[in-house]
């Protein structure tokens, strides 16, 4: 697998608040990349090769080559913060991979079609819009799609109908709901009063009896004297 994105990184011995705000303020952006087997190592990066990666169709999908004091290695930016103002980045954890070992990732769920529930009337239901995926990371897909248009009313999709290519495993029970199509709120809540009908008290003798004791000094227990 070849990568079109390098981002260049170099070591940084000293950590702490203090540090990254000097750091920062040479712009550069603190980070820390770690993976299996490896200790985390705090390196400093340029923000706007991060914001390149972000970017990318992928987004933090993405893998791109990461080369610290001219060492490289393949990584994914696997966090990152930023201000809440000036939306800066202020720091960024990057995560090393290879293309013999699984990545647990998250892959957008795109809808495709017109559900003929939907068109019948009803309301389409997306459970999720992304869905976890575990794949070595050349074999990340940029998207999942599902057809729905054969979903009627009171029917759904599961987890089982993705078609998935060789290698890519969504996380999820395969009978595990993700779009479903329902039928409006005001049709369902007029079945409601049917449902609950027999909870109601009887009329009648039965009645009284459920009601609460008016008198509240009746109601309670007698002193002793």
């Known amino acids: 697998m070849q990568t079109t994105i390098k981002v260049e990184a170099q070591n940084r011995a000293s950590s702490g608040k203090g ?3 000097r750091l920062r303020a040479s712009n550069k952006l603190p980070a820390i990349v770690y993976g299996p087997g490896k200790t985390a190592q705090s390196i400093a990066i340029d923000p706007k090769s991060v914001k390149t990666v972000l970017l990318q169709p992928m987004g933090r999908n993405t893998v791109f080559t990461l080369s610290i004091d001219g060492v490289d290695q393949l990584a994914m930016v696997k966090n990152f913060e930023h201000h809440p103002v ?22 957008p769920l795109v809808l495709v079609g017109k559900s003929k529930g939907v068109a019948a009337g009803g309301i389409l ?7 976890p995926v575990r794949c070595t990371p050349d074999k990340i897909p940029a998207k999942l799609e599902v057809d729905i248009t054969n979903v009627e009313l009171h029917h759904a999709v599961a987890t089982k109908a993705l078609v998935l290519a060789e290698g890519v495993r969504v996380m999820l ?3 595990q709901t993700i779009v479903s199509v329902v039928a409006p709120e005001k049709d369902r809540g007029e079945a409601a009063p049917a449902a609950g009908a027999a909870a109601a008290p009887a009329a009648g003798k039965d009645a009284k009896a459920a009601a609460p004791a008016k008198d509240a000094k009746a109601a309670a227990p007698a002193k002793k004297k």
């Open 19 to 21: 540090p990254a705000r």
């Open 86 to 107: 000036t939306r800066d980045l202020l720091h960024a954890d990057l995560y090393t991979v290879s293309l013999d070992r699984p990545v647990d990732v998250e892959v």
């Open 125 to 131: 239901q997306q459970i999720f819009r992304k869905l």
């Open 173 to 175: 029970d395969a009978n």
